[in-house]
């Protein structure tokens, strides 16, 4: 495991290695131990639930190469490839790194780098076509980054299977442009011996380059779809607009078009008349590889107005994909809201008479201060919710009705976030001390707790309704 590590410094592994015997074998860290961080932590405590044994790793579960091929092909992240070698790879060059690239699911797709250190990778099943999920490896970059969608690393120690101690990695996702939703992972893995610290910034750089390429592609594509939709549009007398299969718009004539507009969660199927965020009932028809959309409402304000006494269900059962859903009288929409907006539409949701931006602030930072960072968000989502967002305090509005879906093991909930009161609401749940909220035609024994006492058995955060 020291191919290609000839020069580098050494790094301490013995601490971090203390502190993993101690708490695999079920015993409190020493004083002097390494102190293992909360991620980390986290997803050992994630996998001794499930029965993973950190000496003896699992069977691999490996891709056959028609299942590989057709998921490179899906996930649209081929183009990407030479950009990454090209710029972390030089001829000649001997630096001690591995790539590798996987989809959503940690599956890998490709890899690449150093042959004597992918020779070193393949003993531990480290490969193409590999399942590297934290279910199923234990700990590591790939996986961890997969299940929570933030940049992770592991390094030596920190991995769940000793076999993987001679590593360190780092993980960074790719969003699709189009979506905002992970894309893939990108990962970069060298010998834990060395300075291992460049690991992190060159992949969050090999990330971000990914992400560039994927937009320019999406660019491209708008460029064709517009190149169809402006001599159509051109011939009509009605405001009308052109979007793509993610909502983002084309062209326009006679209104304002927003960038984006936000499409139902089952799409449009086919056509048909349908309620439209921002402009009200319209006519929507297929169109080349994309959408024609005709309002027929003249006063859409009107229509979000209307809109304020529906059903507001935030769905966090894939932690990869949280969901915001909006039903009202006139029709419905979805929207995938961002690692934060998810975090502050959580305690909004457990919170119905509200928060302040300083009791927002202390909930997601530990810091009652950072008021400005809170205000800054509240307003970008209100974008989406309008009149069901009030301020002063900052709540829901009182006649919304409001579902939180959470997932089947409570541990999981926004597993990406490091927020005190998220971390506290997960004990809390899994204890079976509080329940997340439902609509109160759906439960009728729940009700939702109150902003004016933050408390809960395990922490002083706001942390979710009461049993």
């Given at each position: 495991m020291q191919h290609g590590t000839r020069g580098l410094r050494p790094t301490r592994v013995h601490a971090p290695a203390r502190a993993y015997d101690r708490l695999m074998a079920g015993e409190r860290p020493a004083p002097d131990d390494c102190a293992v961080r909360p991620e980390i932590e986290d997803s050992w405590s994630r996998l001794r639930r499930l029965g993973l044994d950190p000496e003896r790793s699992r069977e691999i579960h490996r891709l056959a190469p028609a299942e590989l091929e057709e998921l490179r092909r899906t996930t649209g992240l081929a183009q990407v490839l030479p950009v990454l070698r090209s710029t972390l790879f030089t001829p000649?060059?001997?630096?001690?790194?591995?790539?590798?690239?996987?989809?959503?699911?940690?599956?890998?797709?490709?890899?690449?780098?150093?042959?004597?250190?992918?020779?070193?990778?393949?003993?531990?099943?480290?490969?193409?076509?590999?399942?590297?999920?934290?279910?199923?490896?234990?700990?590591?970059?790939?996986?961890?980054?997969?299940?929570?969608?933030?940049?992770?690393?592991?390094h030596s120690a920190e991995h769940y299977l000793r076999s993987h101690h001679t590593w360190s990695c780092f993980g960074a996702p790719i969003r699709d442009p189009r979506t905002g939703r992970p894309a893939g992972v990108i990962d970069l893995s060298g010998p834990a011996t060395g300075d291992h610290h460049y690991l992190r910034q060159l992949a969050l750089t090999a990330a971000r380059l990914a992400e560039t390429e994927l937009r320019a592609a999406h660019l491209e594509s708008l460029h064709r779809l517009r190149t169809v939709a402006v001599p159509l549009l051109a011939r009509f007398g009605d405001p009308a607009l052109v979007v793509d299969p993610s909502g983002w718009t084309a062209a326009?004539?006679?209104?304002?078009?927003?960038?984006?507009?936000?499409?139902?969660?089952?799409?449009?199927?086919?056509?048909?008349?349908?309620?439209?965020?921002?402009?009200?009932?319209?006519?929507?028809?297929?169109?080349?590889?994309?959408?024609?959309?005709?309002?027929?409402?003249?006063?859409?304000?009107?229509?979000?107005?209307?809109?304020?006494?529906?059903?507001?269900?935030?769905?966090?059962?894939?932690?990869?994909?949280?969901?915001?859903?909006?039903?009202?009288?006139?029709?419905?929409?979805?929207h995938t809201p961002s690692p934060r907006h998810t975090e502050l539409l959580l305690m909004l949701a457990l919170h119905r008479d509200g928060l302040s931006a300083a009791e927002l602030a202390e909930a997601l930072f530990a810091d009652p201060a950072r008021t400005v960072t809170v205000r800054a968000e509240l307003s970008r989502l209100r974008r989406h919710l309008g009149p069901l967002l009030e301020a002063r305090p900052y709540r829901l509005t009182a006649c919304t009705r409001v579902t939180v879906h959470g997932p089947h093991d409570p541990h999981d909930l926004l597993p990406g976030s490091a927020a005190p009161a998220v971390r506290a609401l997960r004990t809390d749940l899994a204890h079976g001390i509080l329940r997340l909220p439902a609509a109160p035609d759906q439960s009728s024994a729940i009700s939702c707790a109150n902003s004016s006492s933050l408390g809960s058995s395990s922490s002083s955060w706001p942390s979710g309704t009461i049993r």
């Open positions: 000649g060059d001997s630096t001690p790194l591995v790539l590798a690239v996987s989809d959503p699911k940690a599956r890998i797709l490709w890899m690449d780098g150093e042959q004597r250190l992918r020779r070193a990778v393949d003993a531990i099943g480290f490969e193409q076509g590999a399942l590297w999920s934290e279910e199923e490896v234990g700990t590591n970059a790939i996986g961890l980054a997969a299940r929570t969608a933030r940049p992770s690393q592991v326009a004539v006679g209104l304002p078009a927003p960038p984006r507009l936000a499409l139902p969660a089952e799409n449009w199927e086919g056509g048909g008349t349908h309620w439209v965020p921002t402009l009200g009932e319209c006519r929507v028809e297929p169109l080349a590889d994309g959408w024609l959309v005709r309002p027929s409402a003249p006063q859409p304000a009107e229509d979000a107005e209307r809109s304020g006494g529906g059903l507001v269900e935030l769905d966090l059962r894939r932690p990869d994909r949280p969901e915001l859903r909006v039903s009202g009288s006139v029709g419905c929409w979805s």
